[in-house]
Structures are given as C-alpha cells and as structure tokens.
C-alpha cells in the first residue's frame, strides 16, 4: 500500500468517524508514518484521532501534532471541577487520592491508584473534560498485592497468548521493578497497541514500556 492510499484511507476514516470534527485535520504519510497536523476543538478528539488512524492498513506509527484549540475558553477552576466530580462518579477509583491541577488548560495528575488501567482510565478522564488542552500523568500505581516479576511476566505472557489477534512468538517480555516492557516486531500499529492493552489489568504492574517495532508484511 502506497503512502498516498495510507494517507487517502485516514482522512476517509475521520470524516467517517462522528467523534471528531475532521475540517481543520491535515494527514501526511511517509514510509507508513502517519502524521496529523492541524486543531481540534478538544484533548479528547486529538486522542480519537490517532486511535482512528492507528487502525489503518499499512500504518506503522501516529505522529500526533494537532493543537487543541476550545472554541469557548473554560477556567482552570472548572476544569479542575469537573476532573473531580468525574473522578467522584467512578467506582473503582478513589478519587481522595488523586490530585488534580490545571495551568491554562494543561492538566497535572497526581496520587496514588492500585491498578495501571486505573490510571491510564484517570486520563482519560481528564482527555475527556471541557477545556483541557494536555494531561501529564504524574499518578503512581501502588499494587496491595505483593508479586515477583516472574509472576507478573508469566501472566503477561498468558494474556497475549489469549489475544486471537497477535502472535505471542512476535512479542518479548519483560519485567523488572514491576515494570513491563514489550518489544519484538508485529505488521501493524493497532497490534503494537493490542499488546500493551493486555497488560492494564496485570496486578503489580507500576508501568508499561512499549518498545515493540512495527514493519509491515
């Protein structure tokens, strides 16, 4: 597939996608990286957007510069209260031990959760409200549970060999201090991102390093 198919396919796909206002989207594609310029009018929808063009054939990486520009400007002390009114509604989060911060529309998290989904959820959280233009996740991830890495990457390794779409003998794991990193080679983006997904719920896990190489077939 030509960069040029690449790039015609992603810009068919955000104008196809209802979650993002695809107007002010400029796509250019090199060797299968894919770069987006241009603005959005939310965190959330810069996010959407290199999710979308992630699932595209012949996709090797996203490089995401869009700018997110809010039509209406909200105040930093809003877009704290709505954080921490989200961060309320959540079940499985407490939300008096993440912090919330925000700086002309730049958000810093902060605390404690006991899961890595939890705190990549506490970001999203964040992607998602009125306002914001970036998120720094400062939040560290305490497990109850006390495991050893073998015990960590024995699981990891079990959750990608129970994901039909990836090929486990493509995919090395490691941990170390109860931090994975993820390397190897795969044919598509998507795949790359489908193997850190297997990690999130992994107790004890405090971080993830996705090192793995995508090279297309």
């Not at 795949?191 to 077939?217: C, F, M, Q, S, Y």
């Amino acid at each position: 597939m030509t960069d040029e198919q690449v790039t015609n396919n992603v810009k068919d796909a955000l104008i196809w996608d209802i979650r993002v206002d695809e107007t002010k989207i400029d796509v250019n594609t090199k060797d299968g990286v894919v770069t987006l310029k241009g603005s959005v009018p939310s965190h959330f929808q810069k996010t959407d957007a290199q999710a979308i063009a992630s699932r595209i054939k012949g996709v090797t990486d996203v490089v995401n510069r869009l700018k997110v520009e809010v039509p209406l400007p909200v105040s930093d002390e809003e877009i704290v209260r709505d954080i921490q009114s989200a961060l309320a509604r959540d079940a499985l989060i407490e939300e008096t031990q993440v912090g919330v911060s925000a700086n002309r529309g730049i958000v810093t998290l902060t605390g404690t959760v006991t899961a890595y989904d939890d705190k990549t959820e506490v970001e999203d959280m964040a992607w998602r409200t009125r306002g914001v233009v970036d998120v720094v996740n400062e939040v560290k991830v305490i497990s109850p549970i006390t495991r050893s890495d073998k015990e960590m990457e024995a699981e990891v390794r079990n959750d990608i060999l129970r994901n039909v779409r990836l090929t486990p003998t493509q995919i090395e794991v490691s941990v170390e201090g109860g931090v994975v990193t993820l390397s190897g080679t795969v044919d598509s983006y998507i795949k790359r991102n489908l193997a850190e997904g297997a990690v999130l719920w992994t107790p004890g896990v405090a971080d993830v390093v996705n090192n793995i190489n995508v090279i297309l077939k």
